[in-house]
T-cell receptor, first 111, second 114 residues
Framework: GENVEQHPSTLSVQEGDSAVIKCTYS??????FPWYKQELGKRPQLIID?????GEKKDQRIAVTLNKTAKHFSLHITETQPEDSAVYFC??????????FGEGTQLTVNP | GAGVSQSPSNKVTEKGKDVELRCDPI?????LYWYRQSLGQGLEFLIY????????KSGLPSDRFSAERTGGSVSTLTIQRTQQEDSAVYLC????????????FGEGSRLTVL
């Protein structure tokens, strides 16, 4: 089955800096790569996703890049704000495989 | 309903008792997942239902755990003879598309086993 590894497990940045979280996956057939944000005490929510037919997708301060050859994808957050502090989960799935999550990254944005 | 509904929101039980957790997914969503999340930890996959296919039970930690989904809608997760290590938040999520659609999570059921 699919295996997703996520790094780093914790990340601390200063407000205004950029944050990058990286994930690798094992199943070359995977074609859907979402990112979820979980604020303390709340449920995970989708913030951005990318499908294998594109290499990059942006939504305001958030972007995701995908390298299918290397089987890795990354989340980039620019101009970080304290409200970006949360746990971020990457995931991967395909037509024949269920969604598999990474272990999560605790992002702390220091004012 | 407008979102995924889970009940109870909180459950405190004694070791050795059985518990049932309920998930009511978004209407029309064919995919349903159960996850377990201990404090400060990640999303531990438990079981996955997709339409009329046989469920993927590969994440269930022991035979004390079981789940069913009746009529392709409501799902119940049952934990028999609960142990203290079962204490966690149990999250349910549903999706319109089988494997490649947005997951909508419920608020979770917090289980505490004394």
């Amino acid at each position: 089955g699919e295996n997703v590894e996520q790094h780093p497990s914790t990340l601390s940045v200063q407000e205004g800096d950029s944050a990058v979280i990286k994930c690798t996956y094992s199943d070359s057939a995977s074609n859907y790569f979402p990112w979820y944000k979980q604020e303390l005490g709340k449920r995970p929510q989708l913030i951005i996703d990318i499908r294998s037919n594109v290499g990059e997708k942006k939504d305001q301060r958030i972007a995701v890049t995908l390298n299918k050859t290397a089987k890795h994808f990354s989340l980039h957050i620019t101009e970080t704000q304290p409200e970006d502090s949360a746990v971020y989960f990457c995931a991967a799935s395909g037509a024949g495989s269920r969604l598999t999550f990474g272990e999560g990254t605790q992002l702390t944005v220091n004012p | 309903g407008a979102g995924v509904s889970q009940s109870p929101s909180n459950k405190v039980t004694e070791k050795g008792k059985d518990v049932e957790l309920r998930c009511d997914p978004i209407s029309g969503h064919t995919a349903l997942y159960w996850y377990r999340q201990s404090l400060g930890q990640g999303l531990e996959f438990l079981i996955y239902f997709q339409g009329n296919s046989a469920p993927d039970k590969s994440g269930l930690p022991s035979d004390r755990f079981s789940a069913e989904r009746t009529g392709g809608s409501v799902s119940t997760l049952t934990i028999q003879r609960t142990q203290q290590e079962d204490s966690a938040v149990y999250l349910c999520a549903s999706s319109l598309l089988a494997n490649t659609g947005e997951l909508f999570f419920g608020e979770g059921s917090r289980l505490t086993v004394l």
